[in-house]
Nanobody, 125 residues
Framework: QVQLVESGGGLVQAGGSLRLSCAAS????????MGWFRQAPGKERAFVAH????????DYADSVKGRFTVSRDNAKNTVYLQMNSLKPEDTAVYYC??????????????????WGQGTQVTVSS
């Protein structure tokens, strides 16, 4: 079992920044790759970023490359999503998720087996 709790969402103007945090407990966090997804109203939950268990490998959706940075602190059991140059189209509920151990793919919802409750990010124009 893994418990995930996101925080750091809020309302920000276009061009601004936010840093989301995801605190994990339960299954050994340092052995888990992690992902961030987002879901806008009326849309499917979409992949945003992935980070390997060590933090040495990261990947991003094209829509956020160059603006978002995923990182982790295994000593604190926490993964972060630094979001810069925010746009109104980044408005969504953001979720962190634990990547299924042994699964290679990481951009699909079913590649992950535990999810946080989500945190709302709203970017005003």
């Amino acid at each position: 079992q893994v418990q995930l709790v996101e925080s750091g969402g809020g309302l920000v103007q276009a061009g601004g920044s936010l840093r989301l945090s995801c605190a994990a407990s339960g299954r050994t966090f340092s052995s888990n790759a992690m992902g961030w997804f987002r879901q806008a109203p009326g849309k499917e939950r979409a992949f945003v970023a992935h980070i390997s268990w060590s933090g040495g490998s990261t990947d991003y959706a094209d829509s956020v490359k160059g603006r978002f940075t995923v990182s982790r602190d295994n000593a604190k059991n926490t993964v972060y999503l630094q979001m810069n140059s925010l746009k109104p189209e980044d408005t969504a509920v953001y979720y962190c998720a634990a990547h299924k151990i042994g699964t290679y793919a990481y951009t699909r919802r079913y590649d992950y087996d535990y999810w946080g409750q989500g945190t709302q990010v709203t970017v005003s124009s």
